[in-house]
């Protein structure tokens, strides 16, 4: 890229940067001081056992006060509007490991492009592209999702919410439809809003439709949020190989929702190397994350 191609892409970046900060403070967000939460692996490691509970008494990670990847203003910015904007469901401690984690795969130079699988409004996709934009990283970012809420429960999803009830669960997964934004133009629109549509490659439709033939080659960062058991197993099974040594994987509802729990546990366990779950991080009472070894 020519010098000039830099300058005029950091301007860019400047004058949104300036729109954000005058939209953050019409809509009444301290700008003086911004937040550089990110969490901090916690040296507890997340339940092992798939019927495990969290409850809301449970110790969460630690969150320091101050980012030590230095994460920039810009991309503090963009999370405040998202969060203001409601475009995410993530709590504040989610929102920030994930712009922690892709900080570490870009400045540690770790292979692969970035996939969120579960994407909703976009809140989520659009801090991982704000600090991609930041270092000027050349990672694509995909976003999967049908962006007309949850599938139908197949029959295994029904065995297993079954048999989860029979334990005594009374998590019941959300019906068909749940999280339905009305197709994916809102998302589109959200994506331009932010001027983020570079480098980003929309992956619309089911999991099982999609993922298979992805056009993925390496993962740096790998973002699960399927919320049930059929589509947390159609994740993993179509992309955790292709995410590198040293990669990051996070799943969003590993506390929350029980089948989600159990599809990690019974897809480790049936590949025989349950023992990298061992290295589980808490972010908060759903989300946990690990390193691939």
């Keep these: 890229m020519s010098e000039r191609d830099n300058l005029i892409r950091w301007s ?86 994930v712009q922690e984690l892709v900080t570490r795969a870009v400045l540690d130079d770790v292979s692969g492009d970035i996939l969120e699988c579960g994407v909703w409004k976009g809140g989520a996709s659009m801090v991982m592209k704000s600090v991609l934009q930041t270092f000027g990283s050349s990672k694509k970012l995909f976003c999967a999702d049908s962006f007309v809420g949850l599938p139908k429960m197949d029959e295994l999803d029904k065995k297993v919410d079954y048999a989860l009830l029979q334990q005594g669960t009374t998590q019941r997964m959300d019906p068909a439809g749940s999280y339905n934004i009305g197709g994916v133009t809102t998302f ?50 179509n992309m955790y190989d292709k995410v590198v040594s040293g990669g990051y994987v996070i799943i969003d509802d590993y506390g929350h929702w029980p089948q989600c729990r159990k599809a990690v546990h019974d897809w480790f366990k049936a590949r025989n190397i349950e023992h990298v779950l061992s290295g589980i991080h808490k972010i908060d009472d759903t989300g946990v994350w690990f390193q691939k070894p």
Aim: a neutral charge; charged letters at 15%.
């Design 188 to 237: 589109k629109a959200n994506l331009a809003y932010f001027q983020m549509q570079d480098n980003v490659e929309l992956l619309v439709g089911w999991f099982n439709d999609t993922l298979p033939k992805a056009p993925i080659k390496q993962l740096a960062v790998l973002r699960v949020d399927g919320d049930m058991y059929s589509s947390t197993i159609t994740i993993l099974d």
């Design 12 to 97: 860019s970046i400047a004058c949104l940067g300036i729109t954000s900060l005058v939209l953050l403070m019409m809509h009444g967000v301290n700008v003086i001081q911004p937040r550089y939460y990110v969490s901090v692996p916690s040296c507890t490691p997340a339940p092992e056992c798939p019927g495990h509970h969290y409850s809301s008494t449970q110790s969460k990670g630690t969150v320091a006060s101050t980012s030590s990847l230095n994460t920039s203003l810009y991309s503090n910015l963009v999370k405040e509007i998202i969060v203001e904007k409601e475009l995410t469901m993530l709590s504040r401690a989610r929102l920030d490991n």
